[in-house]
């Protein structure tokens, strides 16, 4: 049992496929290639197979990492290219 929690565990940590999470207030985007566009009204992200634009009002980025990106304000629109 317990190989299967460590290999459940290596694939989390090093997931290299797009993953958006959407929640109300909040939108979590793993894996982007980078940000081709960012105003409080409007973020672009570029990911391997397109990309995702992000309208909306008082948009911040809260995290900004290598491979994770945490957009933090009121999302209005999501839009997949």
Known sequence: M????LNNLRSYILED????????????IV???EIDHFDDTKIIVRFQNGLVII???DL???K????ELLILGKIKNIEFQ
């Open 55 to 57: 309208k909306g009002e």
């Open 64 to 67: 900004l990492l290598n491979d």
């Open 60 to 62: 911040t980025i809260s």
């Open 31 to 33: 894996n982007y290639s």
């Open 17 to 28: 496929k797009f993953k958006i999470t959407i929640l109300t207030d909040r939108i979590d």
């Open 2 to 5: 317990g190989d299967i929690m």
